[in-house]
């Protein structure tokens, strides 16, 4: 077997979900200036609903791509409404209030929805419902699954469908308004508030099928699992540079790669003294480095010094 | 033997944002004790000169000297300690602290206790604390805000606020002090009492750079003054001289 | 005199307090008391980077481990080592403060923000390191952590001494260093450093203009309230006589986090009332489960999401109706009035990403 392959593989499908997440951070970010802590627990909220529909409907004898085309399609709505509940409950109060007050309310609600859905679906880890077909496909020397290819497939159209979504439709344009300017954006008509509960609300459908695809790719869930996942899509949008669309899906790419390169070769590397318990610890580092050397990302530009 | 006549000397300062030219080439020369004025229609880069005097911005191009030291790429705290202070257009007080600590933190790079020293209250740090109060309150008795020494910074009235940020600047112990815009949003009377406190500041000794669009006090109170106009310096000499510049002129007629 | 007499009021009480609680409620709560005395003192170290700077930190427990394991590991057979506690104490504390000038360093420049999410990594991954750092040498442990961890020892005196009465010992060490860390937060305040901090808090650019080496006195700031977080962490250890990652996990973080906020952010008082208001209410909460066995026949809400669910309420409901806490500043509470203003004052973009 070819590791470097396998492993490159399997980084482009575990980046392909970071790029999901990182838009959501990056969408936020960009218009109104603002980490959602809260974001990852979207998705872990997104893979607790559709694990929850696949295994209401694993024995209904529908198929698996059915079952988890409809988990998916409860799990958005869902996602959606919380993200807007976020928004307007614990963000829109507090938009004129010195900058620690939003940050604290988000680790406020981050830590309520992580202790809610440990009271609806319990502490344990929940096992994804086998609905997919397991037969996976060789690629020179390495292997290829139905959902991986299904993961990558799926989030390249969503990317695609959210830039020219920004770029060629009027809600894009305003979005992008506000995005540089809101004080402008509304004397040209927008209304801003509007536009933010727009972003969030896509930012959290992105989520739902970030959650999908992690619950049904590692066949488990757990309500603390949006936490680490959070963050290194947080990672992603940083290492892309904030704010930056084409940034998060690139940053998502290339820190899923490093992760699992670094996972298949730090125990050869290390001569066995560092394994892969130490993945987590990669995203962190990238992070670090990236702050230090080129803290508005790869794709940022350097972003305007207006006060 | 005199010291140089020369305080500040910038050389071709140059900026752009975003391919926008807010600065370019833009020289000046200013002498000790002097008030010197930068008028100019709104956008013209006086703030964005501002800026750069005190280390806020780096400049593209260009540099300048204070007592004939090169100050060009140094930290804005490094410049205020150099001798160079301000106060800011948009007001920035530290809204929740009283008046009188607002000053107080302006001696912050005058003065050296230590953590250890806070910690011990030794007699060096308090003896320091001690006169760190009571330079802050004679400078707001200098502005005349010494009835309002305990009220928080964002609840002085606007003319107050203009006041307490030069009176905090001053803590700094500026060579050079740099205002822009003070009598933006005051009244007729306000701006007079303003006026009589910029000379008192410079009859002690302090250099005044000025931005202002109230040109009745500006041509009163400046000795020299320079027009900004498209980040270009288009004029610069007395008042009399300038005001029946041609080009001063236009740039205020087209302008407006 | 009236003075006096209110001094020696406190004095009496705070020494009566643990004898007291230990006859009317048995030596359990007398442990609690020590441990809400450990948390007033991890929530004013947070409190001079959260109340003081203005600068989030949401990994402020690995500060806490790093005490903790530093005397762990310097003070039990695990390495043979057995240094005293004077010396380790300030070892630990000298470490943490490394590690916070080492983590604060690379995001002081940016915005508050890439520094809430930089301690909230750092936090995990200390864990994931002590979790991990038994092979190929057994330096933390691993997840079994560290045993037989000496106790603290006044001269010849173990404080264990005598058998079972612990609790009461080390609550007087404890409240000893509760009330300095208390007095040394008071001094900073009051001090130069101390209006350096609100100064920068208040708003970053002015501060800098001004005169302040925002970079350096922000990086103290950091360094001070982890060095506060690594002696807590010490005496934990001396106390517990064991650590293990588990006692160092982000829901720690929050809860000194929630403690600093609840309280009021920048109020020494109220800090302290939030610390222990936070130590000791969610004990009551361990009542919660055998009543709800008794009602219901089962559990029907786990206490401990109960417990979490409480700091996430009141860090949201804090921040909506509150946001200088339960029992704010007098000049905090002023500025509850008009709250709008200061976001005006925040053009923090200038030091933003590529500057
Ligand atoms: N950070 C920035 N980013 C982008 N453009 C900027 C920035 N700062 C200033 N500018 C632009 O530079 C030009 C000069 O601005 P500046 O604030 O210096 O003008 P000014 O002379 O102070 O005007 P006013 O009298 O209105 O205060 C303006 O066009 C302004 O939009
Ligand atoms: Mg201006």
């Not at chain 1, 859905?117 to 880890?125: C, K, L, N, P, V």
């Not at chain 3, 750092?133 to 045993?147: C, M």
Request: aromatic letters at 8%.
């Amino acid at each position: 077997m070819d590791i470097f392959l396998q492993q490159l593989i399997n980084g482009i499908v575990l980046g392909s979900i970071y790029s999901l997440v990182a838009l959501g951070y990056t969408l936020v970010y960009g218009i109104m200036g603002l980490i959602n802590f809260a974001h990852g627990d979207i998705v872990m909220v997104g893979a607790m609903v559709t694990l929850t529909v696949a295994r209401l409907l694993s024995d209904s004898g529908l198929p698996g791509p059915l079952v988890l085309g409809i988990g998916m399609l409860t799990a958005i709505p869902a996602c959606m409404a919380v993200g807007y509940l976020i928004e307007r409950i614990a963000y829109r109060p507090l938009r004129n209030a010195p900058r620690l007050a939003p940050l604290i309310t988000a680790i406020g609600v981050s830590i309520l929805l992580q202790n809610l859905a440990m009271m609806i679906w319990g502490r344990e880890y929940l096992s994804f419902p086998q609905i997919l077909p397991t037969r996976t496909m060789a690629v020179g020397g390495a292997s290829i699954s139905a959902i991986q290819l299904l993961i990558v497939a799926s989030s390249t159209i969503m990317m695609a469908g959210l830039s020219s979504l920004i770029r060629k439709t009027r809600l894009g344009n305003a979005m992008r308004a506000t995005a540089q300017n809101p004080e402008v954006a509304t004397l040209m008509g927008v209304n801003v508030n509007t536009i933010i509960s727009i972003t969030f609300v896509l930012g959290s459908a992105l989520a739902a099928v970030a959650g999908m695809m992690v619950s049904a790719y590692y066949g488990i869930a757990h309500y603390d699992m949006g936490f680490i996942l959070g963050l290194k899509a947080f990672t992603a949008a940083v290492l892309g540079g904030i704010g930056n669309i084409e940034g998060a899906m690139l940053g998502g790419l290339l820190l899923g790669i490093i992760e699992s390169m670094g996972a298949g070769y730090l125990g050869t590397l290390t001569g066995g003294v560092m394994g892969s318990n130490y993945q987590d610890v990669f995203a962190f580092f990238v992070l670090i480095l990236v702050l230090i050397f080129r803290p508005s990302g790869l794709l940022g530009e350097r972003v305007g010094e207006r006060p | 033997m005199t010291q140089d006549a020369k305080l500040l000397e910038v050389r071709d300062i140059g900026r752009t944002f975003g391919g926008l030219a807010a600065l370019s080439g833009v020289s000046l020369t200013i002498n000790r004790g002097e008030i010197y004025a930068l008028i100019g229609p709104n956008g013209a880069g006086k703030t964005t000169l501002f800026n750069i005097l005190t280390g806020i911005y780096k400049p593209d191009s260009g540099n300048f000297r204070l007592e004939g030291v090169e100050m060009a790429g140094k930290k804005p705290s490094e410049l205020a300690k150099s001798g160079i202070s301000r106060t800011f257009q948009n007001i920035r007080l530290f809204a929740n602290m009283s008046a009188i600590e607002n000053v107080m933190v302006g001696r912050h790079c005058r003065t050296r206790a230590s953590v250890l020293g806070a910690i011990l209250g030794n007699s060096n740090t308090r003896a320091e604390e001690k006169s760190i109060a009571e330079m802050a309150k004679h400078l707001l008795d200098y502005v005349g805000l010494s009835r309002h020494a305990h009220m928080l910074a964002r609840n002085l009235s606007y003319g107050d606020q203009r006041r307490l940020e030069i009176a905090r600047a001053l803590a700094t112990e500026p060579k050079l002090l740099a205002l822009d815009e003070p009598a933006a949003g005051m009244n007729p009377l306000e701006t007079d009492s303003l006026k009589r406190l910029l000379e008192t500041i410079r009859r002690d000794g302090v250099t005044l750079l000025l931005i202002e669009h109230d040109v009745k006090l500006v041509m009163g109170i400046c000795d020299r003054l320079a027009v900004l106009n498209f980040g270009k310096k288009i004029a610069e000499g007395e008042p009399s001289q300038v005001c029946s510049d041609p080009l001063v002129i236009e740039a205020y007629l087209g302008a407006s | 005199m009236k003075k006096h007499l209110k001094l020696a009021a406190y004095a009496a009480l705070l020494l009566l307090l643990p004898f007291a609680t230990g006859l009317a409620l048995g030596k359990t709560w007398v442990r609690i008391l020590d441990f809400a005395l450990l948390y007033v003192m991890l929530a004013l170290g947070l409190n001079i980077v959260v109340g003081f700077a203005g600068l989030l930190d949401l990994g402020y427990v690995a500060f806490f481990a790093v005490g903790a394991y530093c005397y762990a590991l310097l003070a039990s057979p695990h390495f043979g080592l057995h240094l005293p506690f004077w010396m380790i104490l300030p070892i630990g504390a000298f470490s943490a403060g490394i590690f916070g000038m080492l983590l604060g360093a690379p995001t002081l420049r940016l915005r508050g923000d890439y520094l809430a999410i930089v301690t909230l990594g750092f936090g995990e991954i200390i864990r994931i390191f002590l979790n991990n750092l038994d092979t190929p040498y057994n330096v933390t442990g691993g997840p079994q952590g560290i045993d037989l961890i000496d106790p603290i020892r006044l001269g010849p005196v173990s404080l264990n001494q005598p058998p079972g009465h612990a609790v009461y010992s080390y609550y007087f060490l404890f409240l000893l260093f509760a009330l300095a860390t208390a007095f040394v937060s008071t001094r900073l305040q009051h001090s130069r450093i101390g209006r350096a901090w609100a100064a920068i808090r208040e708003d970053e650019i002015a501060a800098e203009a001004m005169g302040i080496d925002t970079r350096n006195v922000k990086l103290l700031a950091f360094a001070m309230g982890a060095s506060f977080g690594g002696l807590s962490g010490g005496l934990f250890a001396g106390f517990e006589g064991f650590v293990s990652p588990e006692s160092f996990t982000l829901t720690e973080s929050i809860m000194i986090l929630s403690m600093v906020v609840l309280g009021g952010m920048g109020h020494i008082r109220g800090v302290v009332f939030g610390a222990l208001l936070l130590a000791i209410l969610p004990e009551a909460l361990r009542y919660v489960g055998p009543l709800e066995q008794s009602l219901f026949g089962k559990i029907v809400v786990d206490p401990s999401g109960l417990r979490m669910l409480l700091f996430g309420f009141s860090l949201i409901l804090v921040m909506l109706l509150r946001p200088a806490g339960l029992w704010p500043s007098p000049t905090r509470k002023r500025e509850l009035l008009a709250h709008g203003e200061t976001a005006k004052h925040e053009n923090t973009d200038i030091y933003d990403a590529g500057r």
